[in-house]
């Protein structure tokens, strides 16, 4: 699975969560093999950001393209990217295959890699059997990461990735993200920890911010004082 | 294939299916505990009407029809509930079909799993009530197209649920009122079969061409609050 | 997963093993010969006819279904009290057993009843009592399934066990005081005058071998359900196997 042309494009973004605009004129171009990390302190909109590029919520105001060579202009973005995010989504009564197994048919990848060696290659092959309500949190981060590679995806979003895995586990993901680099694909992450990867983009949302310096300062028009300004 | 080229096919549909009611069948899995509600309502409506059995099949129909009525719309509560608390809920979305088609997906799986096994234990139950095999004919076939109707309007408050964070009491409250339309349709189409010079097939096309609204209905009004609850 | 998880499990299942083919051994032929006599040597009712002999079947299971339920709570008080490891697992055994015997019961009291009252179901206050029984098996049965981690779910379910306990009495009588303030008309009563002795040897020699049977599907059921638990252990430690990082967390932090 190699992609060609990927590309990830943000053009005068802005962001909103519940009537609270998060950041303005977000800028980006991310192609193929590029690894993007976005930093800025809590509430700085990295969740928001990564939502809205998986397609789960839309954007404030701004231009979005997720595109890859072979995908037809109309793909929503959604089927494009990979999201991992804080939860796992394994159903804690199902074995580990069948999780994943279901993922795998769920996004239509009969083709992808096997879950053996998804798992394996996470360090979490002798799970394989075992229901995940037993698993440890560790674990199943990794088995839920495993999902990215049994059904191949050009983009992939990770908020904070890392934040369960050990030492050893973390090395074992940034090998992968630099292989899913290699073929062609993009890595979009939000993280306090630093990755450890190689030639990165840093998008720091806190340079972003909506409506001036601290978002507050600037007038605001008519709508926003009625609208936004009574639930932020 | 590359990337989302990929043709939309049933594929991910039935899996979808496959996968919720595996869940819901598998020991602990709830689905029969909704059967268990309704045999329990049942049960419990003679004490307050009395033993009479007479009494009783006159308004069997009725009482069932109010008791899958209940069992339906309280076990619907968690149809997204589940993929919501551990994170699936969002992986779901991740596919190029439109948010309508996991919410059909999770219907049909929700009613194989939880209103398939109460319209079985229909006939079975009927006898507690000494309803006449004419009647339990039509009592099944009423339920069996009747509780659809329930299930995809019961998928609208479920998507409430996991939008405004609140139980199944708010739910039920905004969704009864929906649900009068089954419910005479439902137990017209019953009380017809027993009382001779009323005819069936009215209220039971009727009962059907409910069905069939609120299952278009039920899955567009969901597929919108799930996709509100990102704002 | 302390020692004593271990160690008296270990003890119960090797007495069982022992105790298992003796109790349905004897069981088989106590049932054997009650049966016989109910079918060839014990009279058909002057009211009834042959479906008299419905009763030993019937009553049988009557006293079990209620018998079951009194050493689900005798095992629920060793829990909550005792906190007995091996009190919550007879308790999880029993619960399906009693319901079993309780459905066994509705559904011979209902084939019993139809040549009768012409109907399947009369909402009589005997009858009623052991439906309203059999439900609340069901609902412990849902609460054992509904709860993943067994240690908890023994406590939860010991404490609807007992509430059940006080509560079946309170149900009956008030169930018999419903059904005599309606005094419905026509409807036989299936306690009717003293039992003659050739009907009374054959149900006692049923009844025995019937609770022998139960005491059997009893041992096995629980044979069952530590088998149960030790699968979930064995899973718990397979997966902390090879898996450095997950020793720390202690073993119920998983569920």
Known sequence: MVWTETVVELGGLALA?????????????????????LVGPNGSGKTSLLRVLAGLAEPASGDLRVAVAGAEADTPRSALVHLAGHQDGLKAALTVRQNLIF???????????PVEDALARLGVGHVMDLPAAVLSQGQKRRVALARLLVAPRPVWLLDEPTAALDVASTERFIILVEDHRRKGGIVIAATHMPLGLADLITLDLASFPPDGADGLSAPMDEESYWLAGATS | ???????????PFRSLIARDVRLAIRVGGGALVGTLFFLAVIVTVPFGIGPDLNLLSRIGPAIMWIAALLATLIGLERLFQSDKDDGA?????????????????????????????????TPLLSLLLALEPRAILALTATLAVGTPALSFLGAVGAALAVTLRRGALLMAVIILPFSIPVLIFGVAATRAAIVEPDPFWPPFALLVATSLIYAVVGTLGAAATIKINDG | MGILDYANPTRV???SRVVKPWVAGLGALVLAIGLYMAFFTAPADYQQGETIRIMYLHV??????MFAYALMALSAFGTLVFKHPMADVSAKAMAPIGATFTAICLITGSLWGKPMWNTWWVWDARLTSVLI??????????LWQAIEEPIKAGKVTAIITLIGAINLPIIKFSVDWWYTLHQPASVFRLDGPTIYPAMLYPLLICAVGFSLIFFWLHLMAMDNELKRRRVRALQMRAARRAAPESTALPAGQTA
């Open chain 3, 60 to 65: 049988p299971m009557a006293w079990l279904g």
């Open chain 3, 13 to 15: 299942m090797r007495f």
């Open chain 2, 89 to 121: 809920l969002d992986l779901l979305r991740l596919t190029d079909a439109p948010v309508s088609v996991f919410v059909i997906a999770k219907v049909i799986a929700h009613w194989l799993g939880a209103s398939l096994p109460l319209v079985i234990a």
């Open chain 2, 1 to 11: 294939m590359v990337g989302g080229g990929h043709v939309v096919t049933a594929q």
């Open chain 1, 103 to 113: 993922w795998q048919s769920y996004y239509g990848y009969e083709d992808g890699l």
């Open chain 3, 133 to 142: 029984l059999f439900l609340v098996y069901l609902g412990i049965i849902a």
């Open chain 1, 17 to 37: 969560r519940g009537g609270r605009a998060l950041a303005a004129d977000l800028d980006l171009t991310a192609q193929g093999g590029d690894a993007v990390v």
